[in-house]
T-cell receptor, first 114, second 110 residues
Framework: EAGVAQSPRYKIIEKRQSVAFWCNPI?????LYWYQQILGQGPKLLIQ????????DSQLPKDRFSAERLKGVDSTLKIQPAKLEDSAVYLC????????????FGPGTRLTVL | QKEVEQNSGPLSVPEGAIASLNCTYS??????FFWYRQYSGKSPELIMS????GDKEDGRFTAQLNKASQYVSLLIRDSQPSDSATYLC??????????FGTGTRLTVIP
């Protein structure tokens, strides 16, 4: 069974530029999560989708971050415009049900904002 | 006050010893607790979940939960160099939000 796929794996941009990350969850997994993990910290949940609906986006900085999962399968996370403090690893995870207990993480995208 | 707090370490133990990792949480009505292991440059992987007071054992790992004192711990018996990683504690609060601690870096010395 293929795992969670993410691309790109690495991205370097300058502040005020835009960037997008892509995630393809494990086949059949209805729930998809995006996390931000800043160096030295634990992951912070940004948004949770159940199929193509948003379950929780309470920690998503909506002035610059947006995410979509139009067909209930893959998802994109966008930052526009990026700030220096957005430098982090962006992790995507998926689970078959809605339980955090079952989630599997992708390899992550490391973003550096200069 | 942070939702989940962990000592960042580093915690060093000799090979074969017991490693003890601790975590406290602030929301008294939290119900679900998890321990993840994260190797350097890799993604987190779930190693234990616990929901009830007491101990839960899985191989060399034991999770302990004390809701009255609002702490959860992870014991690793017979520590191996391959256990060297950052261990993340995660808690689902009463509002059904998931929060991770900052992690404790464990080094097992051969």
């Amino acid at each position: 069974e293929a795992g969670v796929a993410q691309s790109p794996r690495y991205k370097i941009i300058e502040k005020r530029q835009s960037v997008a990350f892509w995630c393809n969850p494990i086949s059949g997994h209805a729930t998809l999560y995006w996390y931000q993990q800043i160096l030295g910290q634990g992951p912070k949940l940004l948004i949770q989708f159940q199929n193509n609906g948003v379950v929780d986006d309470s920690q998503l900085p909506k002035d610059r971050f947006s995410a979509e999962r139009l067909k209930g399968v893959d998802s994109t996370l966008k930052i526009q415009p990026a700030k220096l403090e957005d430098s982090a690893v962006y992790l995507c995870a998926s689970s078959q049900g809605s339980s955090y207990n079952e989630q599997f993480f992708g390899p992550g995208t490391r973003l550096t904002v200069l | 006050q942070k939702e989940v707090e962990q000592n960042s370490g580093p915690l060093s133990v000799p090979e074969g010893a017991i490693a003890s990792l601790n975590c406290t949480y602030s929301d008294r009505v939290s119900q679900s607790f998890f321990w993840y292991r994260q190797y350097s440059g890799k993604s987190p992987e779930l190693i234990m979940s616990i929901y009830s007071n007491g101990d839960k054992e899985d191989g060399r790992f034991t999770a302990q939960l004390n809701k009255a004192s609002q702490y959860v711990s992870l014991l690793i018996r017979d520590s191996q160099p391959s256990d060297s990683a950052t261990y993340l504690c995660a808690v689902i609060t009463g509002a059904n939000n998931l929060f991770f601690g900052t992690g404790t870096r464990l080094t097992v010395i051969p």
